[in-house]
């Protein structure tokens, strides 16, 4: 009996070292990111770090750090992306869940999560034969290096997570709503847009808030297929520079403990922050949804 | 019990045999611009010599210094010198830096194949590049915005057009490429672009043009494929291309290095594209023992 009570323990304290690692992992993070940022700021002015839109650190004159036009330069390729990608991929989505017959589905799904599979490395070769020229043609642009060329990669990787989490939404949406709506004359088109796609809103709110997340964080494809000129963008054929793209192009060949390693951290912590409010305001809604639609 | 007895010999041999492979193996590390030349000679110099190992990788000048500096690699691959707080940081860590010029490169402004410019002035690149001149009507050229290509701030080349040639910063705007080849590529697709390539990365290139340089308009307007006009310098935009060692480097770092400034390593730059040493530079490698 002795015996039996403490072998559960153990197995116990062995989950829950499990779950807690995962917490500890972020917490580190954070910790480290915060240890190695906070220096910067004893030679640059918080002010001038998130309002400058000049960022330089190997200056011909004086090296200037401002993150605005990087921020912004983020900012617009995902936007840009989740232009192209939410309607597509409720779409997809809606498709899979309501048209499809079952044996398309059970193909077509798989095949969705495996476009998540692909490196992004290949992704940003892509942009850089294939897209980009067909960019440049269609807006009459000399080349197509530019915020439009990594918006449509983007895309394609912010894709899998919203069609996915989408068709789970629809999917779980109760069948009586359906039924319902058929009863009192609607017919399935109606039922989709009016009944359907509203009921899952928030779950569907949730996959697009992930995807976004995905494409704010993407390094690789962003840095090979937009440019990385660090000018403030004016439009989407302009070329970007984004926050990854900066840590990832600079880190390389920085000195440890300057200013400029300091400041790269600074636009880590950043970019953590702002990827970690998408995450936890896409959890909260979709912790709603699951709560509202359990009847 | 003996299966653990099993694992611990395995264990034991790779140990063992990992541990003096790597000290055999020298690491070359940095520069863009040179990395394609130094594989090359690194593969001439292991097949003459089948017990050395070397690895050739890239990152820029700025990374193979830096690993110098670290003891991550034995010979940095640098197309710039070594800047003041470099010097200091290898002097912190103990390493006295030792710089060898390997070749000589004609850095190479280029342009589309269908840009009607053939030549411009180190004044009119330096307007171009610091984002004072804009459009290429302004350099006899076509009504037609200027593109600028450039490379990354890891880049010794990066640091080399902006010390010699800009005497400013890069214009913003400039897109800034991962790479030499990269920015070929991008200048055969974009008409209106300008880019600036080490020479060995345009000989055989199609769908660009090779700009020619005068250093003001009086002066006479060179190529930089063109070898005597490199050594003379005519060509104003010509460089040494440099390695540099710990000064307590092995015999083994030495003897690669002593192979890529012999007749044969020197005949393997040319043949990459680059050029091989003038007498000056070799009496200048003399004096770091080489």
Not at chain 2, 234 to 251: C, K, T
């Amino acid at each position: 009996m002795h015996k039996h009570k403490i072998k559960e323990k153990v197995i116990y304290c062995f989950f829950l070292f499990n779950g807690l690692v995962v917490i500890l992992a972020l917490i580190g993070i954070f910790i480290l990111l915060l240890k190695n940022a906070l220096p910067a700021f004893k030679d640059i002015k918080v002010g001038e770090f998130l309002f400058s839109a000049n960022w330089n650190p190997t200056s011909y004159y004086k090296e200037v750090y401002g993150i605005l036009a990087m921020v912004v330069s983020t900012f617009i390729v995902t936007l840009g992306a989740l232009v192209i990608a939410v309607p597509l991929g409720i779409g997809t989505a809606a498709y899979l869940s309501d048209v499809a017959s079952p044996r398309v589905r059970e193909i077509a799904k798989p095949v969705v999560e495996m476009l998540a599979g692909i490196p992004s490395v290949v992704i940003g070769f892509l942009g850089i034969v294939l897209v980009g020229p067909m960019v440049a043609k269609l807006t009459g642009a000399y080349n197509g290096l530019n915020a439009l060329n990594g918006s449509v990669l983007l895309a394609v990787m912010a894709l899998p997570t919203i069609i996915s989490l989408s068709e789970d939404a629809l999917v779980s949406v109760p069948k009586s709503f359906h039924e319902a709506s058929l009863a009192l004359g609607a017919n399935r088109w109606q039922t989709l847009i009016f009944v359907r796609i509203p009921a899952a809103s928030s779950g569907i709110l949730a996959a697009c808030m992930l995807g976004m997340g995905r494409a704010i964080g993407e390094t690789m494809t962003v840095l090979m297929a937009t440019g990385n000129a660090p000018a403030m963008p004016e439009s989407f054929t302009d070329s970007i520079r984004t926050m990854t793209a900066t840590i990832a192009i600079e880190l390389g060949e920085v000195a440890y403990n300057t200013t400029h390693y300091y400041a790269l951290f600074v636009i880590g912590l950043v970019l953590f922050i702002i990827t970690f409010i998408i995450n936890m305001v896409a959890d909260i809604v979709l912790e709603n949804y699951k709560k509202k639609t359990s009847y | 019990m003996k299966m653990m007895k099993y694992l611990a010999m395995a264990a034991a041999a790779l140990l063992f045999a990992g541990g003096p492979g790597r000290a055999e193996m020298l690491q070359i590390k940095g520069s863009d611009t040179l990395i394609n030349l130094v594989q090359r000679l690194s593969e001439a110099y292991m097949q003459k010599n089948p017990g050395q190992k070397i690895a050739v990788t890239g990152g820029g000048s700025g990374t193979g210094i830096a690993a110098l500096v670290n003891g991550k690699c034995d010979i940095a691959n640098a197309s710039r010198l070594m800047k003041k707080n470099e010097v200091a940081q290898a002097g912190a860590a103990g390493i006295d830096p030792v710089q060898v010029v390997v070749a000589v490169d004609g850095l190479s402004l280029i342009v589309n194949a269908n840009n009607g410019v053939d030549g411009l002035t180190m004044d009119q690149i330096g307007k171009i590049y610091r984002g004072e001149v804009k459009n290429w009507s302004q350099v006899g050229g076509r009504d037609m915005p200027i593109t600028l290509y450039g490379r990354q701030s890891n880049s010794g080349t990066y640091d080399f057009m902006m010390e010699v040639v800009l005497k400013g910063d890069y214009s913003p705007k400039m897109n800034q490429m991962n790479g030499n080849a990269q920015i070929v590529a991008a200048i055969k697709n974009d008409p209106s672009g300008i880019g600036y390539v080490g020479v060995s990365y345009v000989k055989d290139a199609s769908g660009i043009k090779v700009l020619k340089v005068a250093q003001n308009v009086n002066a006479v307007y060179a190529s930089p494929l063109n070898i005597d006009e490199v050594n003379s310098g005519v060509y104003p935009v010509s460089r040494p291309l440099n390695q540099y060692l710990s000064a307590d480097a092995s015999q083994a770092v030495r003897d690669f290095i002593a192979f890529e400034l012999s007749p044969e390593g020197q005949r393997i730059v040319e043949e990459e594209g680059f050029f091989a040493l003038p007498q000056a530079y070799k009496d200048y490698n003399k004096k770091s023992g080489f």
